[in-house]
């Protein structure tokens, strides 16, 4: 797997690489072609608290987790151990649903643009994303996997755009826009 790793307010020394590299390598067993994944890895530091958050995007999915602790090496044995836990918890689901795929080896086809703004406006971030059509079932396989409160796709059963959403009791809701 290929790993980028880069700190926020915070410098990346050559052990640090070397642990968070050593510790990722653990997910390599479970793709099939773990050289052709690339992995980013975002290091911040808040205070006293260190966080990292890991993103692995495949062909057809995204597995992302964020943990954060006092010490780096520590949130980075937690993150390790999610995204791990992420793979199974969903690997029968992924297996039946994409049977006859070669394993994790799936992607959505977009790119993430995020852009700055300069203004003094509430918006701080804004992404960009060329949705790909998906059933809600899929849907929810990546709300789980993205670890989000809500994922926008567009919805083939429905024809429209929809707004599938993490309800407070854990079951979902989606809304669609027609």
Request: one cysteine or more; hydrophobic letters at 35%; proline letters at 2%.
């Amino acid at each position: 797997m290929k790993i980028s790793i880069r700190g926020d307010k915070v410098t990346v020394t050559k052990s640090i690489k070397d642990y968070i590299s050593e510790k990722l390598s653990r997910l390599d067993k479970y793709f099939e072609n773990p050289k052709g994944i690339e992995c980013k890895v975002l290091i911040k530091v808040k205070n006293q608290e260190q966080s990292i958050e890991v993103t692995v995007p495949t062909s057809r999915f995204t597995l992302r987790a964020e943990e954060r602790h006092q010490d780096l090496y520590a949130a980075t044995d937690l993150v390790v151990d999610k995204l791990e836990g992420q793979i199974r918890k969903n690997k029968d689901r992924l297996d039946k649903k994409y049977r006859g795929v070669p394993k994790f080896e799936m992607s959505f086809d977009f790119e993430a643009l995020e852009d700055e703004l300069v203004d003094d406006s509430k918006i701080v971030k804004r992404k960009n994303i060329d949705m790909k059509p998906m059933d809600e079932e899929e849907a929810i396989i990546q709300i789980e996997l993205l670890n989000h409160d809500f994922f926008v796709f567009k919805n083939i059963d429905e024809d429209c755009v929809s707004v599938l959403y993490k309800r407070k009791d854990g079951s979902y809701g989606i809304i669609n826009v027609k």
